[in-house]
């Protein structure tokens, strides 16, 4: 599984005859051009199946996959993680083995997706948080987590040289599926990014931990729960949830759809349709009624 065979030739060089699956799995996905969180991922869920069922990849059988998947669901892990754990078995399984576990009538199944509506934060509450954080740089990844609609990922990735201060925009490059796109940034957010560049002076990404490397997902994390803390905030909010109430606080502007599904990333529009489900607005015909 993981040792590798070696045998020499003529000119004294080596040829590889097997190699560690997960090397192989790993080249592919770089060669059809992964993310590295990606390729990160599905190596991992591949190396814990292996784990799990005690063998090398070419022994494993369906029923080793379904039990590992029985296993993720008794850990309670949600629905998005096993979906996960899949695509990365498919993946691996189908193109680096040449097995086919997913394909067929008897193939294994995907669990139904979870129906849960997203955490949303009103206006007021957001306001509040900013105003509870006192530490500058704290204030601004929060300000640009809701203001801009990033992923907490995206956001330790931004890079100083990616906000454009003319044009009130900001390039998330590399985001989820590898896609570059372009959301905006308002005035009030840009102001503040304009106190922290000269207080802080970060030399590349714009918002750094330790040694000038950029800061951890946790922290940002570990930021906005405190802010929620602070501003007493009782609904189960996350840095996520500050997307989500970007998106859904455009929507009941009257934002377009469209315009919503590019400033967000979403590949499919059906992804971000969810958000009309807990727009306000859209209850306001009812109380009419009423």
Do not use: W
Not at 153 to 175: A, H, M, P, Q, W
């Amino acid at each position: 599984m993981l040792a590798e065979t070696i045998m020499p030739t003529s000119n004294n060089r080596t040829t590889i005859i097997s190699r560690d699956p997960m090397y192989n799995l790993a080249q592919e996905m770089r060669i059809r051009n992964f993310s590295p969180k990606t390729i990160q991922s599905y190596t991992h869920y591949n190396k814990e199946l292996l784990r799990f069922a005690s063998k090398f990849s070419d022994e494993t059988n369906r029923q080793d996959i379904k039990d590992y998947l029985d296993y993720l669901i008794s850990c309670n892990k949600s629905t998005s993680t096993v979906n996960l754990a899949i695509n990365a078995l498919k993946f691996y399984y189908e193109n680096i083995i040449g097995r086919s576990f997913f394909t067929s009538k008897l193939g294994i199944k995907r669990p139904k997706k979870e129906k849960k509506l997203p955490v949303v934060l009103a206006k007021e509450e957001i306001v509040k948080m900013i105003k509870v954080t006192e530490n500058l740089k704290h204030k601004l990844m929060i300000q640009i987590l809701y203001s801009s609609g990033l992923r907490v990922s995206e956001l330790v990735n931004l890079k100083v040289n990616d906000i454009d201060f003319n044009r009130k925009t900001v390039i998330i490059k590399g985001g989820k599926g590898n896609k570059d796109r372009i959301s905006i940034i308002p005035e009030v957010a840009l102001s503040n990014v304009d106190k922290y560049l000269l207080e802080y002076n970060p030399l590349d990404y714009l918002f750094e931990g330790c040694n000038s490397r950029k800061i951890n997902i946790r922290s940002i994390q570990k930021v906005v729960k405190d802010a929620c803390k602070k501003a007493k905030i009782i609904k189960s909010a996350s840095a996520h949830s500050l997307r989500h109430s970007f998106a859904t606080h455009l929507l009941e502007q009257g934002v377009n759809l469209r315009y919503i599904q590019s400033l967000l990333g979403h590949a499919r529009l059906e992804t971000t349709q969810i958000y009309t489900k807990v727009a306000v607005n859209n209850f306001s015909e009812i109380d009419d009624l009423l």
